[in-house]
């Protein structure tokens, strides 16, 4: 059977599976309901060029409002390096998001980072959170692009603060695994 038709049929089979599931957006104050992020990685996902897949989730309240997957642009030396470059992606996106909900709210542009509590930015991954919040470069960690360093900043303002969360309750995980290994 061609690859695209059984790719479809398992579209198929996933969304009459699902066909109870909503994503609800409750009304009230953007102020009263801070966003809360999920970021994830594989480690050398593909196998042609071994590089990493990064996963993105970001939620206000329960709703899911953004999402992405995507192809690291670096191949990356350890699976902590590969999940600490999707935190820094994360981040970046939640600093936006934030500035955004600000205008939104004040009908003016943002000059601050501090008007909503910090974001929760949700990681199973240990080795990426130590890295991310230890200040000291070492042997260990400085062949790390410097652009992905910018989430320590974030984390010392209190615009971001990390989570550890398991396995099971990671929901950026499925955006990192390849469709023909589900």
């Not at 999920?38 to 996963?55: I, L, V």
């Not at 205008?103 to 003016?108: D, F, M, P, S, Y």
């Not at 042997?139 to 900043?153: D, G, P, S």
């Not at 984390?155 to 990192?176: C, H, P, S, W």
């Amino acid at each position: 059977m061609h690859t695209s038709l059984i790719l479809a049929k398992r579209v198929v089979r996933y969304l009459s599976g699902t066909a109870s599931k909503s994503i609800i957006f409750a009304s009230g104050s953007i102020n009263s309901q801070p966003l809360t992020a999920y970021a994830d990685a594989d480690w050398a996902g593909c196998h042609e060029t071994r590089r990493s897949t990064t996963g993105i989730v970001i939620k206000v309240n329960i709703a899911p409002i953004y999402w992405t997957s995507k192809r690291q642009s670096i191949i990356t030396l350890s699976s902590a390096e590969a999940e600490y470059i999707a935190l820094s992606t994360c981040a970046k996106q939640i600093t936006w998001m934030r500035r955004l909900f600000y205008e939104l709210a004040n009908h003016t542009p943002c000059k601050t980072d501090s008007f909503l509590p910090p974001t929760i930015l949700n990681t199973d991954s240990t080795s990426a959170i130590s890295l991310a919040t230890n200040t000291q470069v070492s042997e260990r960690n400085n062949h790390i692009e410097i652009k992905a360093h910018h989430i320590k900043q974030l984390i010392n303002r209190g615009i971001i603060e990390q989570k550890y969360v398991n396995k099971l309750d990671q929901i950026a995980d499925i955006l990192t695994k390849s469709v023909f290994g589900i």
